[in-house]
């Protein structure tokens, strides 16, 4: 069976950092896409951040760029969002996703993920 676990959340003032980290389980998702999404109260899930296959390309929502940073460690079956000066307006659970087969690209259309995690809260005060 196939998870993917996310932590790492929490509640910090605006300007902090925070590291989230999403860890898989049941398969070996090296080589397999894998994105950061995000669905705020009241609002649609949106893209954040995701990173192709193999880690050499990633791509992000504007309103995160310069700020949050993915990475992968296909050792560890790992990916991580690494987030930095946080404003209120990034307060939402966080959801890592997975792609079923193999990918040379990164994708930010949820509907290219089969695997999603459970999520995790970010809280971000003003």
Do not use: H
Request: charged letters at 15%; aromatic letters at 12%; one cysteine or more.
């Amino acid at each position: 069976q196939v998870q993917l676990v996310e932590s790492g959340g929490g509640l910090v003032q605006a300007g902090a950092s925070l590291r989230l980290s999403c860890v898989a389980s049941g398969r070996t998702f090296s080589g397999y896409g894998m994105g950061w999404f995000r669905q705020a109260p009241g609002k649609e899930r949106e893209f954040v951040g995701a990173i192709s296959g193999s880690g050499s390309s990633t791509g992000y929502r504007d309103s995160v760029k310069g700020r949050f940073t993915i990475s992968r460690d296909n050792a560890k079956n790992t990916i991580y969002l690494q987030m930095n000066s946080l404003k209120p307006e990034d307060t939402a659970v966080y959801y890592c996703a997975g792609t079923r087969t193999r990918s040379g690209s990164y994708y930010s259309s949820s509907s290219m993920y089969f695997y999603w995690g459970q999520g995790t809260q970010v809280t971000v005060s003003s």
